[in-house]
């Protein structure tokens, strides 16, 4: 896959150092556009429409961090730019959708927010993200629109190109100078003084067309990345749903029944249970034909999730006790689903202590997201515990990569979807996870069926 974020930010960065544009004799110089700019913003604040302040050219020369053309110069952000952030505006003024009433964009730190009533800005500009962890983002706004509070408005004189401006800034990465706090946030005053190239305008007009030439390309070559790896995610989807649809493998005679396994798990159930191993199982409802996703081989037996093992709602041992924490037993949190369909390392670890406090998990469990992004799973190949965010199956009896397939899969994923309370996030309780249904085959094509997946799922790899 090419990496077209990085070809982007090389190419700003050449176009912020001259080396992307040749230099023309004709252009002038920058030194003659600082000029102009100087008294064009002048005029302005002897007409009262701009603030006052005291431009020093000769401070954006000092200690500058790299060689330029000699037609350019370094100057602060705040001598050819006027900087200003827009106006508060409550939430309950905004508008998801564009409407008559409702008919002006509004802008905020991470760009548009929605729609409002009135616009308090004109024109196209730059505008600077100044709050949150994106800070320092640039995008663009044209025509009446409202900026907020978080949206810091460039300003441009004497024909600066305001494309240019704002592809320069974003090549500074503004977001460097941002304050380091839980809301980490940009002062105007600090913006101001960063130091930024400024060529003269007829070559910010041809970088700016170089650039857009160069991106133009580069998203073609996203869309058909895009294209390329949702095709092999359909590919890889489609395989595994024939793997857990007895389409992959040849269902054998020797191989027994679905029903006798079955029984065999019931049978290990009882005796775990009798020994006072695992909790006494609660009865599952009997399987309706409208329930059954697809056909299944004659010999497989569609069943409950919690019939084919134990299952267990995670929990976190209290944070008021610390002497819990920091032991090497795994306790893992939905994060950790991240790394693969076998994890071994943990977001955190618990002490003797806090392992006996926890819901305890022996390796080869399956491991499943129940609230937020639910359905996200994968297997522990160390004795663990989980969170109270997981739900988390240990099978009896049964193939613990199948498992996973056969819950990792559309069909499974719409049955927690369709059992999920909708509140602020997703959430699915454990009796209805409990209840959710999969195919199961015998055991030995169980273990047929993961060698299939796994020597065909690599060729799905972009």
Same mark, same amino acid.
């Given at each position: 896959?090419?990496?077209?974020?990085?070809?982007?930010?090389?190419? %700003?960065? %050449?176009?912020?150092?001259? @080396?992307?544009?040749?230099?023309?004799?004709?252009?002038?110089?920058?030194?003659?556009?600082?000029?102009?700019?100087?008294?064009?913003?002048?005029?302005? @604040?002897?007409?009262?429409?701009?603030? &006052?302040?005291?431009?020093?050219?000769?401070?954006?020369? #000092?200690?500058?961090?790299?060689?330029?053309?000699?037609?350019?110069?370094? $100057?602060?952000?705040?001598?050819?730019?006027?900087?200003?952030?827009?106006?508060?505006?409550?939430?309950?003024?905004?508008?998801?959708?564009?409407?008559?009433?409702?008919?002006?964009?509004?802008?905020?730190?991470?760009?548009?927010?929605?729609?409002?009533?009135?616009?308090?800005?004109?024109? %196209?500009?730059?505008?600077?993200?100044?709050?949150?962890?994106?800070?320092?983002?640039?995008?663009?706004?044209?025509?009446?629109?409202?900026?907020?509070?978080?949206? $810091?408005? $460039?300003?441009?004189?004497?024909?600066?190109?305001?494309?240019?401006?704002?592809?320069?800034?974003?090549?500074?990465?503004?977001?460097?100078?941002?304050?380091?706090?839980?809301?980490?946030?940009?002062?105007?005053?600090?913006?101001?003084?960063?130091?930024?190239?400024?060529?003269?305008?007829?070559?910010?007009?041809?970088?700016?067309?170089?650039?857009?030439?160069?991106?133009?390309? !580069?998203?073609?070559?996203?869309?058909?990345? +895009?294209?390329?790896?949702?095709?092999?995610?359909?590919?890889?989807?489609?395989?595994?749903?024939?793997?857990?649809?007895? #389409?992959?493998?040849?269902?054998?005679?020797?191989?027994?029944?679905?029903?006798?396994?079955?029984?065999?798990?019931?049978?290990?159930?009882?005796?775990?249970?009798?020994?006072?191993?695992?909790?006494?199982?609660?009865?599952?409802?009997?399987? +309706?034909?409208?329930?059954?996703?697809?056909?299944?081989?004659?010999?497989?037996?569609?069943?409950?999730?919690?019939? $084919?093992?134990?299952?267990?709602?995670?929990?976190? /041992?209290?944070?008021?006790?610390?002497?819990?924490?920091?032991?090497?037993?795994?306790?893992? @949190?939905?994060?950790?689903?991240?790394?693969?369909?076998?994890?071994?390392?943990?977001?955190?670890?618990?002490?003797? +202590?806090?392992?006996?406090?926890?819901?305890?998990? /022996?390796?080869?469990?399956?491991?499943?997201?129940?609230?937020?992004?639910?359905?996200?799973?994968?297997?522990?190949?160390?004795?663990?515990?989980?969170?109270?965010?997981?739900?988390?199956? +240990?099978?009896?009896?049964?193939?613990?990569?199948?498992?996973?397939?056969?819950?990792?899969?559309?069909?499974?994923?719409?049955?927690?979807?369709?059992?999920?309370?909708?509140?602020?996030?997703?959430?699915? &309780?454990?009796?209805?996870?409990?209840?959710?249904?999969?195919?199961?085959?015998?055991?030995?094509?169980?273990?047929?069926?993961?060698?299939? !997946?796994?020597?065909?799922?690599?060729?799905?790899?972009?």
């Amino acid at each position: 896959m090419i990496d077209t974020q990085a070809i982007r930010k090389k190419i %700003l960065d %050449l176009a912020l150092r001259g @080396k992307l544009t040749e230099q023309l004799p004709e252009d002038g110089t920058a030194v003659e556009l600082y000029q102009r700019i100087q008294q064009e913003k002048s005029f302005q @604040k002897k007409a009262g429409k701009r603030k &006052n302040d005291e431009p020093d050219a000769s401070s954006a020369q #000092r200690d500058i961090p790299f060689e330029l053309p000699s037609s350019w110069m370094w $100057v602060e952000i705040g001598e050819i730019f006027t900087l200003q952030a827009g106006k508060n505006i409550t939430a309950d003024r905004i508008a998801d959708k564009q409407s008559d009433l409702y008919s002006y964009p509004c802008y905020g730190g991470n760009g548009l927010r929605g729609f409002v009533e009135q616009y308090n800005t004109s024109g %196209l500009h730059a505008l600077i993200g100044r709050q949150g962890a994106l800070c320092g983002n640039i995008n663009f706004a044209e025509g009446d629109f409202y900026a907020t509070e978080h949206a $810091v408005v $460039v300003d441009v004189y004497a024909e600066t190109d305001t494309i240019w401006a704002g592809l320069f800034l974003r090549a500074l990465n503004l977001n460097q100078y941002a304050t380091s706090v839980a809301q980490p946030g940009l002062a105007v005053n600090r913006i101001e003084k960063v130091r930024i190239p400024l060529p003269p305008i007829l070559e910010q007009k041809r970088i700016v067309e170089k650039i857009e030439s160069s991106y133009s390309v !580069l998203d073609t070559i996203d869309t058909l990345q +895009s294209q390329y790896q949702d095709n092999l995610a359909t590919l890889k989807s489609k395989i595994i749903d024939a793997g857990i649809q007895g #389409r992959l493998t040849e269902q054998l005679p020797e191989d027994g029944t679905a029903e006798e396994l079955y029984q065999q798990i019931q049978q290990e159930k009882l005796a775990l249970e009798k020994a006072g191993k695992i909790k006494k199982s609660k009865p599952l409802p009997p399987i +309706s034909e409208e329930e059954k996703p697809f056909d299944i081989p004659n010999n497989w037996k569609w069943v409950r999730i919690a019939s $084919v093992g134990t299952t267990t709602t995670g929990g976190t /041992p209290s944070k008021e006790h610390p002497e819990y924490y920091g032991g090497d037993y795994p306790f893992y @949190k939905p994060s950790d689903l991240d790394r693969g369909h076998h994890i071994t390392k943990a977001s955190e670890y618990l002490t003797e +202590s806090g392992k006996e406090e926890s819901r305890q998990l /022996p390796k080869g469990s399956l491991l499943v997201c129940c609230i937020g992004s639910i359905g996200k799973c994968a297997i522990i190949d160390k004795d663990g515990t989980a969170n109270q965010q997981i739900n988390a199956l +240990s099978p009896i009896i049964c193939d613990s990569d199948y498992l996973l397939y056969a819950i990792d899969n559309n069909a499974f994923k719409h049955q927690l979807n369709q059992g999920s309370r909708a509140t602020t996030v997703s959430i699915i &309780n454990k009796s209805k996870f409990d209840n959710c249904i999969i195919p199961l085959p015998p055991l030995a094509e169980q273990k047929r069926i993961v060698a299939k !997946l796994e020597e065909l799922l690599p060729l799905c790899e972009g």
